[in-house]
């Protein structure tokens, strides 16, 4: 029975799909997934979620899977997910979270491996998927646990028309940022009589500040590509923090506030994107989402007005050995562009679907071929270019072919823009991965967190403040297991002895 | 009902259980006076049972949880014992200046009052031992008094000595500072509102309703509040040149705004409560009061306030420890920013908690249980019961 | 101070006239500016946050964010996108956790209620000797329990089992050597103490045990676990209400031959009703406001309100107030509506009785 369902569903996902088209005859043929019922867990609100419930109401129609979309505070989901499968409630069979969490849960033997369902599935055209997304991010150990829905990477965002008026070239080090921030900040940037902001940066506490350090600290640690890793030693699982890079970063995130609004301590994402998609802001950086966000109701103040560039670079990098910052050269910085050493960040590694272990076959089945359809062509080269939706770009069909953009409301130069600084970014060999074995919501959303609050609100020093990430870090290493967790950081970065 | 109760009356006399004609009729009359029989038990098991279940044994079970390092698998959680080393953390190691602060030297005034504690404190044995002692209530006081020795040195060492204090320090300002204001301030609604005035019924109506409303709900508009950008606020804040002030960035504007969010909720509790009590107090004495010519303080003091201190005492127990408890709304308004400036014992524990670490969430939850414990109890039995016990 | 005035000023100048009371229970008309002027100002300090979240409800994105607009039809134009978006788009979510919530919120408190008035009516009227040694015993049992669940990870069931029978075989003997009991008082006393507890620190091992056997995300677990943290309230103030019934009435009742579960239900509890009543709206408040127990126990079918209210910020685009404002409306509409309800019972001071104590 068992085999029997799992060599017949993917036959019967491709009845299906034709059946979906004939279906739509008044006298509807009995549907594939009649009764199926798959329950998604994923963060609230429109974004991410909603599209996924439009999406389920498609599929249902064509299917007749019901798909029932629950939704938790974002702080919450790694853990709900977690103690839901691996407590047996098994309440929930497909979960939309981030790429980075798969590990763990792989490792707790929660996550359904996927490998099969995708080489037996013929409409996911998987090598169109980018490849850092493909190989990095749907991958834990080689094997295929994850699809993709959205690409997630942080770059700097700048007002074209503000810098074009005052003769500035977009920045490409933190040092120039700062120079741009200090010739925008106070000016009126949007035509309201007040004065705007250099630089907006997201930076409160227990939310997504500490991706934008990480985005900022790639950079000045990660030099010999995406394997080499940017956390920790791979050889003695030691933490790659204690040092003038991270230091550095940190101190770049509390300069930028000089250049920013008042309360930016209190600000997530979202007060900064209300300000960045009301023109308010001259610099910021955040993931892909503001190019579709200024095409959106609500973005008119900055619609093609917003100019993309890759996540800052360094001329000064991180010497392994001594802890200090060294000027780059050849053989330290093999992929650095004219001297300067890029490292865009996978921050959050972008949300992708997994299936629980545990459900019921034919759910399982009914959930890939969801995610699948959320991952095909055919809906994802829409849904990206549709800000509210908080899917980015993933696919190369996506990056190379400008007219969905330019349907969306971008101008040929805006879209060349945007997309280059994407394409940019994942052609980079030495594109930084986010940290990816278990414990990582405590390694990052417990101690880096912390530690980075601390510091931005001025109780400790940067230099006290990567000495205690340090701490923090290597306790948690110790609690896990150092081997453990050193044989599977490895494995995140695709080293294999 | 009817016959059940008729034949149980016969077994209560004559111990006899009627032979009825109908058969039923006699199993439920057994089993109506088997009922009886056990209705000492019956009435209060369930409210017992339901506490040791869902109380006294899960606090059990996280004492084990304290003292353990615990992960999730698939289908189990894997338990290691690992004995002291979750408290020592909070104390000594990498979690101390998160729990107790950070520490330098101690300050000249820090030392001060340091030294001043222990002296009081010392003093105040010493008085009790000399009077009335009891080994029970020494050991009592004795636990008091360490816990408010070291309560002093924390904050000497922290706050009189400029450095930044942690969770529990945050936990102890949020309930003597938020406490005592909301004590006066309900006091002094509720004298208000017990003065001859039209209106009593809708003042009393009015202030009573933010003590129904969600905590979430009240973090969040104070949040929108006191924005200082969008919120009602910000012409005031611009014209005062503090346009530019974000209350979060600093630690103890941020703290200053919980504590009124929380007090606008708890206040009308207060308020109500003590109104009730004044309302009870006998006007013959408050109006042969001031016939006598004593002042509107001289009747309070010497009056009213001895009437409904005991009042007084109790309902500032119940409000203590529910503030211990605060969690909503430093999660809401802040998220514990800036820093760890606002952040609460539970919330500190609920933290450890998101990210799976049960090992510590556990004993951070036991540490604040303890401090609750000690401190309510001696304010309970030092405070309410010296009031409630004529002098 | 006023009065002296009277005394000391036979001739009354218009300055004096302000700072005097016309009669003992008047105020002084400068008093009377004072103490309305306070209150007022207090009212207008209470009710300004709920006025901004109405009006907040009622305005555009653009209103929000452009900085503060104070009155509808002047400042700004009021729209109901906000509500639609709630009654019409999210229909079925808010109205699930709305369900959710009057479901759990109603029963836990029925139950807590039950159970705590009987408890309170008990140890009002019987008198109970727990032995001492013998619940110093049943705690050891729980601890060895915990301890061996914990420590060697032996099975729960078994351990519970285990734990219960060896307690049963020891309480005769421990009872028969120790002699000292509790009284009525004490038992009162702990299961007011259970306030105390942090729900944090239970909620743990709550959650694993509701985890165990398969209760998550039910309404069940929310329900009991609800029931718990706000029975020591129930307990606390049924117990002061039944003290004052005068114990004469049980004693005829059951002369009449009245069962005490009749005495109970006939003729305590309808005495009781203001009592009851008072107390009842006042769980069920606490109840409908819980948010760490829910926060805890719920994923998605049984997640209540004050979860969905928290859930409102994780926008990405910034906390979408005008929504927020109207599901903050909505979920404490009943409640404010039960202050009106409740106000009648604390104007006739029925919460003194308990805390007097």
Same mark, same amino acid.
């Given at each position: 029975?068992?085999?029997?369902?799992?060599?017949?569903?993917?036959?019967?996902?491709?009845?299906?799909?034709?059946?979906?088209?004939?279906?739509?005859?008044?006298?509807?043929?009995?549907?594939?997934?009649?009764?199926?019922?798959?329950?998604?867990?994923?963060?609230?609100?429109?974004?991410?979620?909603?599209?996924?419930?439009?999406?389920?109401?498609?599929?249902?129609?064509?299917?007749?899977?019901?798909?029932?979309?629950?939704?938790?505070?974002?702080?919450?989901?790694?853990?709900?997910?977690?103690?839901?499968?691996?407590?047996?409630?098994?309440?929930?069979?497909?979960?939309?979270?981030?790429?980075?969490?798969?590990?763990?849960?792989?490792?707790?033997?929660?996550?359904?491996?996927?490998?099969?369902?995708?080489?037996?599935?013929?409409?996911?055209?998987?090598?169109?998927?980018?490849?850092?997304?493909?190989?990095?991010?749907?991958?834990?150990?080689?094997?295929?646990?994850?699809?993709?829905?959205?690409?997630?990477?942080?770059?700097?965002?700048?007002?074209?028309?503000?810098?074009?008026?005052?003769?500035?070239?977009?920045?490409?080090?933190?040092?120039?940022?700062?120079?741009?921030?200090?010739?925008?900040?106070?000016?009126?940037?949007?035509?309201?009589?007040?004065?705007?902001?250099?630089?907006?940066?997201?930076?409160?506490?227990?939310?997504?500040?500490?991706?934008?350090?990480?985005?900022?600290?790639?950079?000045?640690?990660?030099?010999?590509?995406?394997?080499?890793?940017?956390?920790?030693?791979?050889?003695?699982?030691?933490?790659?923090?204690?040092?003038?890079?991270?230091?550095?970063?940190?101190?770049?995130?509390?300069?930028?506030?000089?250049?920013?609004?008042?309360?930016?301590?209190?600000?997530?994402?979202?007060?900064?994107?209300?300000?960045?998609?009301?023109?308010?802001?001259?610099?910021?950086?955040?993931?892909?989402?503001?190019?579709?966000?200024?095409?959106?109701?609500?973005?008119?103040?900055?619609?093609?007005?917003?100019?993309?560039?890759?996540?800052?670079?360094?001329?000064?990098?991180?010497?392994?050995?001594?802890?200090?910052?060294?000027?780059?050269?050849?053989?330290?910085?093999?992929?650095?562009?004219?001297?300067?050493?890029?490292?865009?960040?996978?921050?959050?590694?972008?949300?992708?679907?997994?299936?629980?272990?545990?459900?019921?076959?034919?759910?399982?089945?009914?959930?890939?071929?969801?995610?699948?359809?959320?991952?095909?062509?055919?809906?994802?080269?829409?849904?990206?270019?549709?800000?509210?939706?908080?899917?980015?770009?993933?696919?190369?069909?996506?990056?190379?072919?400008?007219?969905?953009?330019?349907?969306?409301?971008?101008?040929?130069?805006?879209?060349?823009?945007?997309?280059?600084?994407?394409?940019?970014?994942?052609?980079?060999?030495?594109?930084?991965?986010?940290?990816?074995?278990?414990?990582?919501?405590?390694?990052?959303?417990?101690?880096?967190?912390?530690?980075?609050?601390?510091?931005?609100?001025?109780?400790?020093?940067?230099?006290?403040?990567?000495?205690?990430?340090?701490?923090?870090?290597?306790?948690?290493?110790?609690?896990?297991?150092?081997?453990?967790?050193?044989?599977?950081?490895?494995?995140?970065?695709?080293?294999?002895? | 009902?009817?016959?059940?109760?008729?034949?149980?009356?016969?077994?209560?006399?004559?111990?006899?259980?009627?032979?009825?004609?109908?058969?039923?009729?006699?199993?439920?009359?057994?089993?109506?006076?088997?009922?009886?029989?056990?209705?000492?038990?019956?009435?209060?098991?369930?409210?017992?049972?339901?506490?040791?279940?869902?109380?006294?044994?899960?606090?059990?079970?996280?004492?084990?949880?304290?003292?353990?390092?615990?992960?999730?698998?698939?289908?189990?959680?894997?338990?290691?014992?690992?004995?002291?080393?979750?408290?020592?953390?909070?104390?000594?190691?990498?979690?101390?200046?998160?729990?107790?602060?950070?520490?330098?030297?101690?300050?000249?005034?820090?030392?001060?009052?340091?030294?001043?504690?222990?002296?009081?404190?010392?003093?105040?044995?010493?008085?009790?031992?000399?009077?009335?002692?009891?080994?029970?209530?020494?050991?009592?006081?004795?636990?008091?008094?360490?816990?408010?020795?070291?309560?002093?040195?924390?904050?000497?060492?922290?706050?009189?000595?400029?450095?930044?204090?942690?969770?529990?320090?945050?936990?102890?300002?949020?309930?003597?500072?938020?406490?005592?204001?909301?004590?006066?301030?309900?006091?002094?609604?509720?004298?208000?509102?017990?003065?001859?005035?039209?209106?009593?019924?809708?003042?009393?109506?009015?202030?009573?309703?933010?003590?129904?409303?969600?905590?979430?709900?009240?973090?969040?508009?104070?949040?929108?509040?006191?924005?200082?950008?969008?919120?009602?606020?910000?012409?005031?804040?611009?014209?005062?040149?503090?346009?530019?002030?974000?209350?979060?960035?600093?630690?103890?504007?941020?703290?200053?705004?919980?504590?009124?969010?929380?007090?606008?909720?708890?206040?009308?509790?207060?308020?109500?409560?003590?109104?009730?009590?004044?309302?009870?107090?006998?006007?013959?004495?408050?109006?042969?009061?001031?016939?006598?010519?004593?002042?509107?303080?001289?009747?309070?003091?010497?009056?009213?306030?001895?009437?409904?201190?005991?009042?007084?005492?109790?309902?500032?127990?119940?409000?203590?420890?529910?503030?211990?408890?605060?969690?909503?709304?430093?999660?809401?308004?802040?998220?514990?920013?800036?820093?760890?400036?606002?952040?609460?014992?539970?919330?500190?524990?609920?933290?450890?908690?998101?990210?799976?670490?049960?090992?510590?969430?556990?004993?951070?939850?036991?540490?604040?249980?303890?401090?609750?414990?000690?401190?309510?109890?001696?304010?309970?039995?030092?405070?309410?019961?010296?009031?409630?016990?004529?002098? | 101070?006023?009065?002296?005035?009277?005394?000391?000023?036979?001739?009354?100048?218009?300055?004096?006239?302000?700072?005097?009371?016309?009669?003992?229970?008047?105020?002084?008309?400068?008093?009377?500016?004072?103490?309305?002027?306070?209150?007022?100002?207090?009212?207008?300090?209470?009710?300004?946050?709920?006025?901004?979240?109405?009006?907040?409800? =009622?305005? *555009?994105?653009?209103?929000?964010? $452009?900085?503060? @607009?104070?009155?509808?039809?002047? +400042?700004?134009?009021? !729209? #109901?996108?906000?509500?639609?978006?709630?009654?019409?788009?999210?229909?079925?979510?808010?109205?699930?956790?709305?369900?959710?919530?009057?479901?759990?919120?109603?029963?836990?408190?029925?139950?807590?209620?039950?159970?705590?008035?009987?408890?309170?009516?008990?140890?009002?009227?019987?008198?109970?000797?727990?032995?001492?040694?013998?619940?110093?015993? =049943?705690? *050891?049992?729980?601890?060895?329990? $915990?301890?061996? @669940?914990?420590?060697?990870?032996? +099975?729960?069931?078994? !351990? #519970?089992?285990?734990?219960?029978?060896?307690?049963?075989?020891?309480?005769?003997?421990?009872?028969?050597?120790?002699?000292?009991?509790?009284?009525?008082?004490?038992?009162?006393?702990?299961?007011?103490?259970?306030?105390?507890?942090?729900?944090?620190?239970?909620?743990?091992?709550?959650?694993?045990?509701?985890?165990?056997?398969?209760?998550?995300?039910?309404?069940?677990?929310?329900?009991?676990?609800?029931?718990? @943290?706000?029975?020591?309230?129930?307990?606390?103030?049924?117990?002061?209400?039944?003290?004052?019934?005068?114990?004469?009435?049980?004693?005829?009742?059951?002369?009449?031959?009245?069962?005490?579960?009749?005495?109970?239900?006939?003729?305590?509890?309808?005495?009781?009703?203001?009592?009851?009543?008072?107390?009842?709206?006042?769980?069920?408040?606490?109840?409908?406001?819980?948010?760490?127990?829910?926060?805890?126990?719920?994923?998605?079918?049984?997640?209540?309100?004050?979860?969905? @209210?928290?859930?409102?910020?994780?926008?990405?685009?910034?906390?979408?107030?005008?929504?927020?404002?109207?599901?903050?409306?909505?979920?404490?509409?009943?409640?404010?509506?039960?202050?009106?309800?409740?106000?009648?019972?604390?104007?006739?001071?029925?919460?003194?009785?308990?805390?007097?104590?």
């Amino acid at each position: 029975m068992y085999h029997v369902g799992k060599v017949l569903s993917p036959l019967l996902l491709g009845a299906m799909a034709m059946a979906g088209v004939a279906a739509s005859g008044p006298a509807a043929a009995q549907k594939m997934y009649d009764g199926v019922t798959v329950r998604i867990m994923t963060r609230p609100g429109p974004v991410i979620a909603q599209r996924l419930v439009e999406r389920g109401k498609e599929f249902t129609e064509m299917t007749g899977a019901k798909i029932e979309v629950a939704e938790v505070p974002f702080a919450e989901l790694f853990q709900k997910l977690l103690t839901d499968w691996a407590t047996g409630t098994n309440s929930i069979d497909v979960g939309v979270f981030a790429s980075s969490w798969a590990p763990e849960y792989v490792d707790a033997g929660l996550l359904q491996d996927l490998t099969d369902y995708v080489a037996k599935d013929t409409k996911i055209e998987i090598n169109d998927i980018a490849p850092f997304f493909r190989e990095y991010n749907q991958k834990v150990g080689g094997k295929t646990y994850l699809i993709t829905v959205d690409g997630d990477f942080q770059m700097v965002y700048y007002r074209k028309d503000i810098l074009d008026q005052m003769g500035l070239k977009p920045p490409r080090t933190w040092d120039e940022y700062h120079a741009v921030a200090a010739a925008t900040d106070g000016k009126d940037l949007n035509g309201d009589g007040t004065p705007d902001f250099g630089s907006c940066m997201f930076k409160k506490r227990n939310a997504q500040s500490y991706f934008a350090i990480m985005s900022i600290a790639a950079a000045y640690v990660q030099t010999q590509g995406t394997s080499e890793g940017m956390f920790f030693d791979p050889a003695t699982m030691k933490p790659l923090v204690n040092n003038e890079a991270w230091a550095e970063a940190f101190k770049i995130y509390k300069k930028n506030g000089e250049y920013g609004p008042p309360d930016e301590l209190n600000h997530d994402i979202g007060d900064t994107r209300a300000l960045v998609t009301t023109g308010r802001c001259a610099l910021a950086i955040d993931w892909g989402d503001i190019g579709p966000l200024s095409l959106d109701p609500g973005g008119e103040a900055i619609k093609n007005k917003m100019g993309a560039t890759v996540m800052m670079g360094t001329k000064k990098v991180l010497d392994k050995a001594t802890g200090k910052l060294v000027d780059c050269d050849a053989t330290r910085c093999p992929h650095a562009i004219d001297g300067i050493n890029y490292s865009p960040f996978a921050a959050f590694g972008g949300w992708t679907g997994g299936i629980n272990a545990k459900a019921d076959d034919k759910v399982k089945q009914a959930g890939y071929d969801f995610l699948s359809y959320m991952n095909q062509a055919a809906q994802s080269n829409v849904d990206v270019t549709i800000g509210w939706t908080g899917y980015n770009p993933y696919r190369n069909s996506q990056l190379d072919n400008l007219e969905p953009w330019i349907k969306a409301g971008f101008t040929e130069e805006s879209a060349k823009n945007y997309l280059g600084a994407i394409k940019d970014s994942l052609n980079n060999p030495n594109m930084a991965s986010d940290l990816k074995i278990p414990g990582t919501a405590e390694y990052q959303g417990v101690v880096l967190d912390r530690e980075l609050a601390r510091f931005l609100a001025g109780e400790i020093t940067a230099e006290e403040a990567v000495a205690n990430v340090e701490t923090g870090w290597e306790e948690i290493t110790e609690r896990f297991g150092r081997d453990e967790q050193k044989n599977l950081y490895k494995a995140s970065l695709g080293i294999t002895n | 009902m009817t016959s059940g109760t008729g034949a149980t009356t016969t077994s209560r006399l004559g111990r006899v259980a009627p032979a009825g004609p109908n058969a039923s009729v006699t199993t439920r009359a057994r089993l109506n006076e088997w009922l009886d029989r056990q209705s000492r038990q019956l009435f209060i098991a369930p409210a017992v049972i339901i506490i040791l279940i869902f109380s006294v044994f899960p606090t059990i079970a996280s004492l084990v949880l304290a003292f353990s390092n615990i992960r999730l698998r698939a289908g189990s959680y894997q338990v290691q014992f690992v004995g002291l080393r979750n408290f020592r953390k909070q104390f000594f190691g990498t979690e101390q200046f998160h729990f107790l602060g950070t520490f330098t030297s101690i300050s000249l005034l820090g030392w001060i009052v340091t030294i001043a504690s222990a002296a009081s404190l010392i003093w105040w044995l010493y008085r009790y031992a000399k009077r009335d002692f009891t080994i029970l209530g020494f050991i009592g006081r004795l636990i008091t008094a360490s816990m408010g020795f070291g309560l002093a040195l924390l904050f000497s060492a922290t706050l009189f000595s400029g450095n930044p204090f942690g969770t529990l320090g945050v936990t102890i300002f949020y309930v003597i500072v938020g406490c005592t204001i909301q004590f006066l301030i309900g006091l002094g609604l509720a004298v208000l509102c017990a003065q001859p005035i039209k209106g009593r019924t809708f003042f009393r109506v009015v202030f009573f309703i933010p003590l129904m409303i969600t905590p979430i709900g009240i973090g969040y508009s104070f949040r929108m509040l006191a924005d200082t950008t969008k919120g009602p606020f910000s012409p005031i804040w611009q014209w005062i040149g503090l346009g530019d002030f974000g209350w979060a960035n600093h630690a103890w504007t941020a703290r200053l705004f919980i504590v009124i969010g929380d007090s606008w909720q708890w206040i009308p509790f207060i308020f109500v409560i003590l109104l009730a009590a004044l309302e009870n107090v006998s006007r013959d004495q408050v109006e042969a009061g001031q016939v006598d010519g004593a002042s509107g303080w001289q009747v309070f003091k010497e009056i009213t306030w001895p009437q409904i201190a005991p009042v007084a005492a109790t309902v500032m127990l119940i409000r203590i420890i529910e503030a211990f408890k605060l969690v909503d709304l430093p999660n809401i308004m802040t998220s514990g920013g800036p820093g760890i400036a606002t952040e609460s014992m539970t919330l500190h524990s609920f933290f450890a908690w998101r990210a799976l670490n049960l090992g510590d969430s556990a004993a951070i939850a036991y540490l604040l249980l303890f401090v609750t414990v000690v401190l309510c109890v001696s304010f309970f039995n030092l405070l309410v019961l010296k009031r409630l016990r004529p002098a | 101070m006023i009065t002296q005035n009277i005394r000391m000023s036979p001739r009354r100048s218009l300055l004096r006239r302000w700072f005097e009371p016309k009669s003992i229970k008047k105020m002084a008309p400068a008093t009377a500016v004072i103490v309305y002027g306070l209150l007022i100002l207090w009212a207008v300090f209470v009710l300004f946050p709920l006025y901004w979240l109405l009006i907040t409800s =009622f305005k *555009l994105p653009a209103d929000v964010n $452009a900085g503060p @607009v104070y009155l509808p039809w002047i +400042d700004f134009t009021p !729209s #109901l996108h906000a509500w639609r978006e709630l009654f019409v788009f999210d229909y079925e979510d808010t109205l699930r956790a709305y369900i959710n919530s009057i479901i759990i919120a109603l029963l836990a408190t029925v139950l807590c209620v039950t159970i705590g008035s009987m408890a309170a009516y008990a140890l009002g009227r019987i008198q109970y000797k727990p032995k001492f040694a013998t619940i110093v015993l =049943f705690v *050891l049992c729980l601890v060895a329990m $915990a301890v061996v @669940v914990g420590r060697w990870g032996v +099975d729960w069931r078994l !351990s #519970l089992a285990v734990a219960l029978a060896v307690f049963f075989v020891l309480a005769r003997a421990v009872g028969r050597h120790f002699k000292a009991t509790l009284g009525n008082g004490d038992i009162l006393f702990w299961m007011i103490s259970q306030r105390i507890l942090p729900p944090i620190v239970a909620v743990i091992p709550i959650y694993m045990m509701f985890q165990s056997v398969r209760l998550l995300d039910t309404h069940i677990a929310q329900i009991l676990a609800y029931a718990v @943290v706000n029975l020591p309230i129930v307990v606390w103030l049924m117990h002061d209400f039944f003290v004052t019934i005068p114990t004469d009435l049980d004693e005829s009742a059951q002369l009449d031959g009245a069962t005490r579960f009749t005495t109970f239900v006939e003729i305590i509890l309808p005495l009781a009703k203001p009592g009851l009543a008072a107390t009842t709206l006042l769980v069920l408040i606490l109840c409908w406001n819980e948010y760490l127990l829910s926060l805890f126990l719920s994923t998605s079918n049984a997640q209540t309100m004050p979860i969905l @209210v928290a859930a409102m910020n994780a926008g990405e685009r910034g906390i979408l107030w005008w929504s927020m404002a109207v599901v903050i409306i909505v979920m404490i509409f009943p409640v404010v509506l039960m202050a009106l309800v409740l106000q009648r019972f604390i104007s006739r001071g029925i919460l003194l009785g308990a805390v007097k104590g």
